[in-house]
């Protein structure tokens, strides 16, 4: 029932005598307050989106010094798990502490602006990038959205079992309205990057190297402590607390092909620190390692391709199906065995990047 029409029922009503007079006043403070709840989290994502969205639309009349750059790109994701994902970046780029030798004479700080829907979320984001020398970079942003759920997928909500009082394997549910909470996360991160290219130059050897160590903390407005949600129809795992990533990539730049630019391997790993009672039941403390193959293509000098073929690891939990996400999983022992992990293969995708400007 839409709230609106449920507050004229209860006013139109009217309380019969002077208990139910009560009962009813606090109905409707109640249904009011939830509405304004929901309208305060619409209200924020709406101004968080606006502000990305005079920037994107006009950066130049805002910075218009000499010295700094700016770049608009589209982007475009598909997978075949399904999934979709479109976003607008605004990018700034200001010299800093620039010097003479090759390490230095490229310093900047980078301001990374985007503005990101899928057919489940809005999000708005925002990084900062600090380069005080080529093969070093510090990181820090955040991210702000939020989401509704359909058939599809759930863009995001709470993750409970469906029953509370059956027996384990319990059914899971997701409890969550349209735009009925915000998910916002910070993080912090450094990146080391290398190409032999640039210390023994020559076409055929730029050979790649970057990773990046990030420390990111995330939280759901609707959720409490060590309380499992769902966002963007992941794994239905996250609570709000401390998460670490690091990503490892080592690539090599094709220099005669045409359209292939560049072949990469890369391998990111993912581990809660949440540090939930009992979590070495379901197997809490793994984290998640998700191995991919690279291959970015140079279409034209604005648009560029990249392929990207996946496997990830699941938890070993026996004979149970580890990617049916139908069963709450904290329900299911982790297996020792066979070892407590499993690869699998994840996901092929597609990125589409084209510069505007």
Known sequence: ????????????????????GTEGKKIILFMEAILLRKLFCLKKLFC????????LINPGSIFAEEGITSSTNLELQISTLPEAKLGLTQSFSFPFLQGQSPLTMDNN?????????????????????????????????????????MPLG???????????????PRK????????????????????LQFDMGAVIPGDWNHVLFQTRQEFRYSGYTRAGSQEPWVFENDDRENQNGWIYYARY?????????PVLDTIAFMAELEKNL??????DYWGENLGYWIFSGLFNFSITPRFTTALVIQMNTRRNHGISNFKDSSYFYQDFKIEDEEGQRRLLFYRAAMIFNYKIR
């Open 154 to 168: 759930y863009g995001i909500g709470i993750n409970k079992p469906e029953n509370e009082s059956d027996t384990p």
């Open 48 to 55: 968080l989106l606006l502000f990305f969205s005079s920037l």
């Open 274 to 279: 949440y540090n939930t009672p009992g979590g």
């Open 109 to 149: 700080i980078t301001a990374n602006l985007t503005a990101e829907v899928t057919p489940v979320s809005l999000n708005g984001i925002a990084e900062i990038n600090l380069t005080p020398a080529a093969f070093f970079v510090f990181s820090g942003g955040g991210r702000a959205g939020s989401g509704w759920n």
């Open 249 to 257: 990539i080592l690539g090599y730049h094709m220099p005669q092909s």
């Open 1 to 20: 029932m839409p709230y609106g029409r449920g507050l004229r029922r209860y006013r139109d009503q009217g309380p019969k005598d002077g208990d139910q």
């Open 172 to 191: 899971a549910k997701i409890d969550g309205d349209a735009f009925d909470g915000l998910l916002w996360s910070a993080w912090g991160a450094g990146t």
